[in-house]
């Protein structure tokens, strides 16, 4: 048993949070109840799933709740406040770990956000992991008290003033959990008054999912909010239970609320968060949403009703059909559960599919934030094609901003049969892609494939009402017959035949086997050359892929075509016929070969690119002979 009692100094950002609280006036001082109360709520939720596989802990059969007491002083002696939870309890290495040195990052963090934004602290502290230091705005000293819920654990008393250190020393608790014992500033005793702490419960911890008691009476509803009609609830009903839920502030993206008892009783309250990788201090880090039986949380993860790529939803599930007595194995082979697995996410796809009607721009957010969640099942997940590809968005060659495949499929030319796309490293490069010549030639729409994904999922792609998707790079692409004024525009400046089939032996030489073949284009207009694949190309698009992950990458061997009818080609052409010794013409074809990989998203290193450019540039100063 430890007897001794043992001081400790501060870390330097939470003294400094410590100055910020105890020597600044807030607005808002009530936050210490909310952010106290959250965390003995964790402690409880903790305490919750500890009891689901052990009993042998400390008063097993406890109520888990809080409660908060205001004992009587005398009229000389400073008013306190006692907050106790019945949760997973800390031992004496604990508190001063998650008390005295946890949160250094968080406080460091916060301090930051503070000083560049001028933000009232109390808006904001909860979400750096530094709330419980805020019970310093209020409080002379704290005094908590606290024993973990195994059976042979001491109990332990954390005690500061808000200056630079804290103690460590052994305490008398029989009971399971933690107890702050607040000793208020004079200018703080009204919050002495249980009055004043039933109001501040009301307002920031209604939701709670344990009972809060001030003296003896509950001071929240604790009333599931998903129980409510929708109509009964407000936007910041919906705000403050995802806020108490999840400890993001941010608010969600989509709120999504709704009852059925056809083919399956549920309540469902789900909420789309506003970024796809949790906040650095969320309570709620892995995926899955909670579930409930009768109003009873049975799971805290569970990750059956959701597909893996709506894993980042997150919020309550609760169904009667359920058994309260339903093990995890069960559960996931439950016709029940495979029944709400259904309804949940039918109803999901239907509400994502309201808000990209009703608001673009929001749905747009989402995509950008949760649109490679979607590519990822298509890839990992082929039965899902059908659900996700309606949700797709794309930038595409006539369309400003983001289009969707059935948006693309209204705006087909008379008797396309295909949906058209290209792949490239971003929007700016895959719009100057040579491949979209004969595309914008004939007014064909392309879409721009620039995730990362794009490239490993396409094969999966297949087809989308009976559209073939269909890489413009291909060399056998068939195409519609352009007017034949279209045809003739640019014939007068075609490169005579001899000069042009020189031209092409000297790429075939310069190049070697780095190229299929070299051959004229009948398809380019504006662009002097392109590298196509093969027809029997095989996992084209993998090629991509190898490159983005630097593994046993190749540069894969196409077909470069050759556009006779460009001015650059032309004077190539004519310098082979005349002057074939010019180092221009090898340094040239090399030139044109490596920005055709570069637009393709092809070149392993594009830097390499550099001294040949500089050198062209060179000879073109000095008339095309280099010197020495």
Not at 115 to 144: C, H, K, T, W
Not at 281 to 287: C, E, I, Q, T, Y
Request: a negative charge.
């Amino acid at each position: 048993m430890t007897t001794q009692t043992d001081s400790y100094n501060f870390k330097a950002e939470i003294k400094q949070l410590l100055q910020i609280l105890v020597h600044s006036l807030y607005k808002d001082q009530d936050i210490f109840l909310r952010e106290v109360i959250s965390n003995a709520s964790d402690a409880l939720t903790r305490m919750h799933f500890e009891m689901l596989t052990n009993r042998d802990v400390v008063d097993a059969d406890a109520e888990l709740a809080i409660h908060i007491e205001t004992p009587e002083t005398a009229v000389d002696e400073p008013k306190r406040i006692i907050i106790k939870d019945s949760g997973i309890g800390m031992t004496r290495d604990e508190l001063i770990y998650n008390l005295g040195t946890i949160a250094q990052s968080g406080a460091r963090e916060f301090l930051s956000k503070v000083g560049e934004s001028n933000l009232d602290p109390s808006d904001v502290i909860g979400q750096f992991g530094v709330g419980f230091y805020s019970v310093f705005m209020v409080a002379d000293e704290v005094r908590v008290v606290s024993r973990s819920y195994q059976k042979d654990a001491q109990a332990f008393a954390w005690i500061s003033d808000g200056s630079e250190s804290f103690r460590v020393e052994p305490a008398e608790k029989t009971d399971r959990g933690t107890e702050l014992h607040i000793t208020l500033k004079k200018d703080a005793e009204e919050f002495a008054a249980p009055w004043k702490l039933r109001q501040i419960v009301k307002k920031h911890s209604d939701f709670v999912r344990f009972p809060v008691y001030v003296g003896e009476e509950q001071a929240n509803q604790q009333e599931s909010l998903w129980r409510k009609r929708p109509a009964d609830i407000t936007a910041d009903d919906y705000k403050n239970f995802y806020r108490q839920m999840t400890m993001e502030f941010e608010e969600p993206l989509l709120t999504i609320h709704f009852a059925a008892d056809v083919p399956v009783n549920v309540r469902a309250m789900l909420f789309i968060p506003a970024k796809r990788e949790p906040g650095i201090l969320a309570s709620r880090k892995d995926p899955g949403v909670m579930l409930y039986s009768h109003n009873v949380l049975i799971q805290e993860y569970c990750t059956d009703l959701l597909p893996n790529w709506l894993g980042f939803m997150d919020g309550v599930v609760d169904s009667e059909d359920l058994p309260l007595n339903v093990s995890r194995e069960s559960v996931q082979n439950n016709r029940i559960m495979r029944n709400l697995a259904t309804t949940i996410r039918k109803r999901v796809l239907r509400e994502l599919g309201k808000l990209a009607e009703d608001d673009p721009a929001k749905y747009e957010q989402f995509w950008q934030e949760f649109g490679r969640a979607f590519k990822e099942g298509v890839a990992t997940d082929p039965a899902a094609k059908e659900d996700v590809l309606p949700f797709f968005r794309y930038y595409s060659s006539q369309v400003d901003g983001l289009t969707s495949l059935d948006g693309y499929i209204e705006r087909m030319a008379e008797g396309q049969d295909a949906i058209y796309y290209v792949l490239g490293e971003d929007k700016q490069s895959v719009t100057h892609s040579p491949h979209l010549d004969p595309f914008k030639a004939r007014n064909l729409e392309v879409l721009y494939w620039v995730d990362p994904l794009d490239s490993f999922i396409a094969p999966a792609m297949g087809m989308y009402k009976e559209k073939e998707f269909k890489n413009i790079d291909n060399a056998g692409l068939e195409l519609p017959e352009l007017a034949e004024e279209e045809e003739e525009t640019g014939a007068e400046t075609a490169v005579p035949e001899k000069a042009f089939n020189l031209f092409v032996g000297r790429c075939v030489t310069t190049l070697g086997d780095r190229v299929v073949e070299v051959r004229a284009s009948k398809v380019l207009k504006d662009s002097p050359v392109r590298l196509v694949s093969p027809q029997d190309a095989q996992n084209r698009e993998m090629h991509r892929i190898y490159r983005y992950l630097d593994q046993n990458y190749e540069v894969p061997k196409k077909i470069l075509e050759v556009n006779r009818s460009h001015s650059l080609i032309a004077s190539l052409a004519t310098l082979v016929e005349t002057m074939p010794d010019s180092p221009v013409i090898n340094m040239s074809i090399e030139q044109l070969y490596d920005s055709a990989l570069v637009q393709e998203g092809l070149h392993p290193n594009p830097v390499q690119m550099l001294p040949r450019i500089q050198e062209l540039m060179l000879l073109a100063a000095q008339g095309g002979k280099r010197e020495g």
